[in-house]
């Protein structure tokens, strides 16, 4: 008879992975370019501008002031196509992908484990 385990067996070997995956090189890179990320003034200076943006836009459209909301909205993508090319924002979009995929990798192969 196949061995079997119960929910808390499960629970607990997907928490030694996890702490495992948070022990790799991508994880660790991905962090170091969070906290890089969260401290660069430029970008955080863009996203508060954003967010004042936003709350702006959703004034104007509660108010039917549509033509203002749009011209809000344009210069809401013109600030985050600014910061999508900041070479710091690209570098951690490339790690975070790298992150992603690590952890694609594992649910992909759990996955097929289970259809065996």
Known sequence: M???FSNED????AQQIAAQVEKTEEVAFFKRAEAQ???NKKVQQKIADI???QKQAVNLQHYGKYAAQHEVEAKID???QE???MPIVEQFKGVQQDVNELLQLVATTM?????R
């Open 111 to 115: 996955a097929k484990n289970l259809e």
């Open 37 to 39: 990320l969260n401290h």
């Open 10 to 13: 499960i629970k607990r070997k």
């Open 2 to 4: 196949p061995e079997r």
């Open 78 to 80: 013109a600030l985050q």
């Open 83 to 85: 910061i999508d090319n």
């Open 51 to 53: 967010k004042l943006l």
